[in-house]
């Protein structure tokens, strides 16, 4: 029974953090049609590039996570001004690809900065585990939950009384309303990018907090598909609910019937 209640818990920590990152998918394919295949190698990027300023520059904690959180800003803003408003009248199949470039661009200026296959961060929550039931947990996993359950309701909040939120919500209704409206959806398509660059980076920090830096990571991003298929391309709530499916299918899977194939 701990065995089981623990698989579990870790299952909806890691699913939770599944979610949060799907979430950023669902916002650049809501407002724009665009689906990111560069969301494993955002992830990996931007959590090597935490590794760097913290460890390689020195910078403290705190101090590195606030840097690390503007360069995402400035990566989503480049990768929509740069590489993909131009494209906009584009066929959908060559927006696909152009991500799909990215990704490997992404992967590849993580090999050249960072060619050791292992980083760790400093230790960010306490190492103290938590007894729940007979279960022992590790306090990351419950520290990554809680910030995730925190940054789903300020989303929320943000998509229901934001006017940029209420913005991003019409244009991915309506395009056409929305211009009409006078709202500029060009300015809309670069601050979806933005904040799933955003999304991206505390993910791959909650999952770098858990089990270190590695270039699995990417496959965070593939999870986190997973989390979209299931939850739906167009849905948060989905989104939000698929996740923690997905962890528990994964912890679950893996802890009872990884034996089974020996």
């Known amino acids: 029974m701990s065995e089981f209640l623990q698989y579990t818990m870790t299952g909806l920590t890691v699913g939770m953090v599944y979610a949060l990152i799907a979430l950023g ?18 992830v990996l990027l931007l959590s090597w590039f935490t590794y760097g300023m913290i460890e390689s520059v020195g910078l403290p904690i705190w101090l590195g996570f606030i840097v690390v959180l ?17 494209l906009i009248a584009q066929p959908i ?7 799909l470039g990215m ?18 961060l400093p230790q960010i929550f306490p190492d103290e585990p938590v007894h729940i039931g007979t279960a022992v947990v ?14 789903f309701g300020l989303l929320s909040l943000f998509f229901k009384y ?27 398509f670069s601050w979806s990018w933005m904040l799933a660059c955003v999304l991206a980076a505390v993910g791959g920090i909650l999952m770098s907090s858990i089990g270190g830096i590695t270039f699995g990571l990417v496959e965070t991003g593939f999870k986190s598909f997973s989390v979209v298929i299931l939850g739906g391309l167009d849905s948060f709530t989905g989104a939000i609910i698929a996740g923690p499916i997905i962890g528990l299918a994964e912890n679950l899977g893996g802890g009872y019937l990884s034996p089974l194939t020996w």
């Not at 990704?103 to 760790?120: K, N, Q, T």
Request: aromatic residues 10%; proline residues 3%; charged residues 10%.
């Open 25 to 42: 998918f669902v916002l650049v394919w809501k407002s724009s049609g665009v689906a990111n295949l560069a969301l494993g190698q955002m």
């Open 70 to 86: 503007i360069f995402s800003l400035a990566l989503g803003w480049v990768a929509e001004r740069f590489i993909l408003r131009p």
């Open 93 to 99: 199949l060559s927006l696909i690809a152009v991500t």
């Open 103 to 120: 990704a490997f661009v992404f992967e590849g200026v993580v090999h050249l900065l960072w060619p050791r296959s292992v980083g760790a």
């Open 138 to 151: 590790s306090q990351e996993y419950l520290w990554a939950a809680g910030i995730s359950l925190v940054l």
């Open 162 to 188: 934001h006017k940029t939120g209420i913005a991003m919500r019409a244009t991915a209704d309506d395009q056409m309303a929305v211009q009409a409206c006078g709202i500029p959806v060009t300015r809309i």
